[in-house]
């Protein structure tokens, strides 16, 4: 299934000065004629929008992207997937974690126009259907989390840490899962958690 | 953050072109320094060359060496079997940095290209010389209890925050760039650079010049370890970290390899420490000796005065631990 997204045309009141710097060096006539025209808020557009396709819980979505947007802030604001959430947004708390190509990554710290042609799955898109993923019914049953603002990079988190091989013990969990900060201190339940999820076997 | 142009690349050739256009261009692979020193406001390129579709992700053998191309991912170096089994110094320190997270994303190019994590060059309301030359270095007389005890000067005593550097100097690697002018083959020793007056400087790249591969001659090194003394467990820069590699034949030690990080601005190799130990039996007092040759020259700036403790005391445990005695 496909879908366009128009995104819509930020507000502009003016044309900040590079954007015009930067119009006139690449195309010098189109861009003066243009600007003479006052249509320096579509030239602005023109440059700065990337044309980007990314796959997203199995919907492709094809869009024209401003670059400085963040993979975590396109799924947030554009496409209001809220269950990915920023905590520092700085790569430092993991609560942004999403599989991009099947590995987890902070979704801050990469640009949506990087992601060009790759398939992202977010918490929305582990469950099947009404039925909770494994990891996700074990953090109920351990009582992974108390606020549960962590609690999405977590399970993102744990899901990987598993497929990746790197859930034999706790240590080698704790050492794997660092990544993610909890600030309630639920890391006990949380390793908990991901030990059944292991030792139930179940390809995950 | 600021706004910039996106370009990007499919070709080599075409990046190398489109950073040679632009003055105030970035190459973009991993993203996770560049993005976040973009979000504050340290580094504002206006033009980002997203090098991410070049084919520069092999690993492979050559003459018993190693290849490894920039844009090998950090996770996949660590995890890569010929990797864990004959450079394990490069694969343990891959895994000591970062989160998995991270280092899913993060490059071996990226890696080599990471900025200092001193608080003053990520806080654009203090004066620092790496961010903004000529304004003083806040550290200094500041808080430095992350910095530097070798090799710093009053401009800057920053220090390199990368772990894999530290392995890579001690396994003599080389990075291979290609830039406008051709391509060059830099030895790692002289990749990074010292603050001397232009800290602004972490290394002898170009602007220009892209990093196209690592490359790691054949290791002889039969014991090795890769220690990190950190505030927490995981996921913290080093306070000190030490790559130790021995060839050893029975107790003889025929050949060492040391090397530092958290130290100072590079990736600090103990050439002299190593060659104390050359031939050699193995033992604590042979390791003490090493590591007070390689203290020599050491200067604490005050909150950080506990690395001329912590460091030596480092380098023998790695010692131990890679021999195992």
Redesign the interface.
């Known amino acids: 299934m496909e879908k366009e997204n128009a995104t819509p045309n930020p507000r502009r009141d003016f044309l900040k000065k590079s954007s015009l710097i930067t119009a006139v060096a690449l195309t010098p006539t189109a861009a003066i004629k243009a600007a003479d025209n006052q249509l320096d808020e579509r030239i602005a557009q023109a440059i700065e929008n990337v044309p980007c396709s990314i796959e997203i819980n199995g919907t492709k979505h094809t869009m024209k992207i401003d670059p400085r947007i963040t993979l975590l802030d396109l799924l947030r604001e554009r496409l209001h997937l809220t269950g990915t959430k920023k905590g520092c947004d700085y790569g430092q708390c993991g609560a942004c974690t999403v599989h991009v190509d099947g590995q987890r990554v902070n979704s801050c710290l990469t640009l949506a126009v990087m992601n060009d042609g790759k398939k992202v799955t977010t918490i929305e898109g582990l469950a099947n259907g009404s039925e909770l993923h494994p990891m996700q019914a074990a953090f109920i049953k351990h009582d992974g989390f108390q606020c549960g603002y962590c609690t999405p990079g977590q399970i993102m988190s744990a899901v990987a840490c598993i497929r990746e091989g790197h859930a034999d013990n706790e240590g080698e969990i704790r050492e794997f899962m660092s990544g993610n900060i909890c600030r309630c201190g639920a890391y006990p339940n949380i390793v908990a958690a991901i030990q059944e999820v292991k030792k139930g076997g179940k390809n995950i | 953050?600021k706004?910039?142009?996106?370009i990007?690349s499919v070709s080599q050739k075409a990046a190398i072109s489109a950073i040679t256009q632009e003055p105030k261009a970035k190459f973009?692979a991993?993203?996770?320094n560049l993005?976040?020193l973009m979000?504050?406001h340290v580094m504002t390129p206006?033009r980002?060359v997203?090098i991410?579709k070049l084919p520069l992700r092999d690993i492979k053998e050559e003459n018993k060496g190693l290849h490894i191309g920039a844009l090998a991912l950090n996770?996949t170096v660590a995890e890569h079997a010929t990797i864990v089994k004959k450079f394990p110094l490069l694969a343990e320190a891959l895994n000591a940095g970062?989160?998995?997270?991270?280092r899913?994303?993060a490059t071996v190019g990226g890696n080599l290209m990471q900025r200092t994590r001193c608080p003053y060059f990520y806080d654009t309301t203090t004066p620092c010389n790496k961010r903004e030359p000529g304004t003083g270095c806040s550290a200094l007389n500041g808080f430095n209890r992350m910095h530097a005890i070798f090799g710093a000067t009053p401009h800057c005593i920053a220090v390199n925050p990368s772990d894999m550097n530290v392995a890579l100097i001690a396994l003599d690697a080389s990075v291979q760039v290609s830039g406008p002018k051709g391509d060059r083959i830099i030895k790692m020793q002289d990749f990074h650079r010292l603050p001397g007056d232009q800290p602004e400087k972490d290394t002898i790249l170009d602007k220009n010049e892209l990093i196209t591969a690592v490359t790691i001659p054949a290791s002889t090194l039969t014991h090795n370890h890769y220690l990190k003394v950190r505030d927490r467990?995981?996921?913290a820069f080093a306070l000190v970290s030490v790559a130790a590699g021995l060839n050893l034949d029975g107790k003889t030690i025929k050949v060492a390899r040391l090397a530092m990080g958290g130290v100072a601005h590079k990736p600090w190799r103990l050439t002299a420490a190593e060659q104390s130990l050359q031939g050699k039996q193995v033992s604590i007092e042979a390791f003490q000796q090493a590591a007070d040759i390689a203290m020599q020259g050491a200067k604490g700036y005050g909150h950080n005065d506990f690395k001329l403790k912590l460091a030596p005391n480092t380098i023998v445990e790695a010692l131990k631990i890679a021999s195992r005695i």
Do not use: C, H, I, P
Request: aromatic letters at 10%; zero cysteines; hydrophobic letters at 30%.
């Open positions: 953050m706004q910039f142009q996106y990007r973009v991993g993203g996770t993005l976040d979000k504050r206006e980002l997203d991410n996770s970062a989160s998995a997270q991270l899913n994303m467990n995981s996921y």
